[in-house]
């Protein structure tokens, strides 16, 4: 579609009253999906216990303890035999402290995360110095790193500033991170250490890559944007980040009680994302909510 009929057909909107518009790509992915189905089967077998969140949304996690599910961050209070790691995946030294404990222990990480830990491991094995691009403290972080003798975590500049000066960095990033932050922190510790070998393995996963982007090209031509996601989830977040940059009014809801009938215009476009832990339940509530007290029209999927 050229600019010119995209124009058009947003004042066409425009003209007509307030339109919701979703983001090409936004909601769960095949790994938050696999996770959830996957605790779903095994609590109809026995008890079972997440070894933390299974994902980060409330709902979700709300749904999975109505139908039995036990959460527990500690292997040593669990009360099940069965425990799951969860889609964020864990290090070996977690999982043998879960073992330890003598749970019987089954797998929920999204393969991608397992991608990014055997790269990790190649990287220290191949004699570069880890540098992690993510968030300190966040789960997916904590198992990437716990098996490594020697890393950094970084998350911007300052953090990079601060780094010891190495022969060999090797870089990579939690695979929820927007990947033009990847890339710019990658250039950037290039040339903080011009004389360095810098390796970079693109661990972002595809789905972040695809919501990201969508969401880019989803506030360039909105009035409003709605993200849609738990609080805590990393990868909402950051989608909340990026809209802000190319749409002046952008909120972070959990769900439609959340929205608030005086940030919604009057007119023009309403975009909606929501990040990969959301349910499609969750993103049609919200919609329904802008309806209700908006009269907005029906849906328009993607305006390009």
Same mark, same amino acid.
């Given at each position: 579609?050229?600019?010119?009929?995209?124009?058009?057909?947003?004042?066409?909107?425009?003209?007509?009253?307030?339109?919701?518009?979703?983001?090409?790509?936004?909601? +769960?992915?095949?790994? /938050?999906?696999?996770?959830?189905?996957?605790?779903?089967?095994?609590?109809?077998?026995?008890?079972?216990?997440?070894?933390?969140?299974?994902?980060?949304?409330?709902?979700?996690?709300?749904?999975?303890?109505?139908?039995?599910?036990?959460?527990?961050?500690?292997?040593?209070?669990?009360?099940?035999?069965?425990? +799951?790691?969860?889609?964020?995946?864990?290090? %070996?030294?977690?999982?043998?402290?879960?073992?330890?404990?003598?749970?019987?222990?089954?797998?929920?990480?999204?393969?991608?995360?397992?991608?990014?830990?055997?790269?990790?491991?190649?990287?220290?094995?191949?004699?570069?110095?880890?540098?992690?691009?993510?968030?300190?403290?966040?789960?997916?972080?904590?198992?990437?790193?716990?098996?490594?003798?020697?890393?950094?975590?970084?998350?911007?500049?300052?953090?990079?500033? /601060?780094?010891?000066?190495?022969?060999?960095?090797?870089?990579?990033?939690?695979?929820?991170?927007?990947?033009?932050?990847?890339?710019?922190?990658?250039?950037?510790?290039?040339?903080?250490?011009?004389?360095?070998?810098?390796?970079?393995?693109?661990?972002?996963? =595809?789905?972040? =890559?695809?919501?990201?982007?969508?969401?880019?090209?989803?506030? =360039?031509?909105?009035?409003?944007?709605?993200?849609?996601?738990?609080?805590?989830?990393?990868?909402?977040?950051?989608?909340? *980040?990026?809209?802000?940059?190319?749409?002046?009014?952008?909120?972070?809801? *959990?769900?439609? %009680? %959340?929205?608030?009938?005086?940030?919604?215009?009057?007119?023009?476009?309403?975009?909606?994302?929501?990040?990969?832990?959301?349910?499609?339940?969750?993103?049609?509530?919200?919609?329904?909510? /802008?309806?209700?007290?908006?009269?907005?029209?029906?849906?328009?999927?993607?305006?390009?």
């Amino acid at each position: 579609m050229t600019t010119q009929t995209l124009r058009y057909k947003v004042n066409a909107f425009e003209e007509r009253g307030l339109a919701i518009v979703r983001a090409e790509h936004l909601g +769960m992915c095949f790994g /938050v999906r696999d996770a959830i189905a996957l605790a779903q089967r095994e609590v109809t077998v026995h008890p079972l216990t997440v070894l933390g969140e299974l994902v980060h949304n409330t709902t979700v996690l709300n749904n999975l303890e109505q139908r039995g599910v036990r959460f527990e961050n500690e292997p040593e209070r669990v009360g099940t035999k069965a425990a +799951m790691i969860t889609a964020h995946g864990a290090s %070996d030294r977690a999982r043998a402290r879960a073992r330890s404990a003598g749970l019987q222990v089954s797998d929920a990480t999204c393969p991608l995360v397992h991608f990014a830990h055997e790269k990790a491991r190649n990287l220290a094995a191949a004699g570069f110095h880890p540098v992690i691009i993510g968030r300190t403290g966040h789960v997916e972080v904590r198992g990437l790193t716990e098996d490594l003798a020697a890393y950094d975590v970084v998350l911007n500049e300052a953090d990079i500033d /601060v780094l010891e000066d190495r022969p060999r960095f090797g870089v990579m990033s939690q695979t929820t991170q927007p990947i033009a932050r990847v890339r710019a922190l990658v250039e950037y510790l290039q040339a903080r250490f011009p004389r360095a070998e810098v390796r970079f393995v693109d661990t972002v996963c =595809k789905p972040t =890559k695809q919501r990201q982007q969508a969401a880019v090209d989803l506030a =360039k031509k909105s009035d409003l944007i709605l993200v849609v996601g738990g609080v805590n989830s990393n990868n909402t977040a950051e989608l909340a *980040q990026t809209c802000a940059q190319f749409c002046g009014a952008v909120h972070h809801v *959990q769900g439609p %009680d %959340d929205v608030r009938a005086g940030w919604l215009p009057e007119a023009g476009v309403l975009g909606i994302t929501a990040g990969t832990s959301t349910p499609d339940e969750t993103i049609d509530a919200v919609e329904d909510r /802008v309806r209700e007290l908006t009269g907005a029209l029906p849906t328009a999927h993607h305006l390009a």
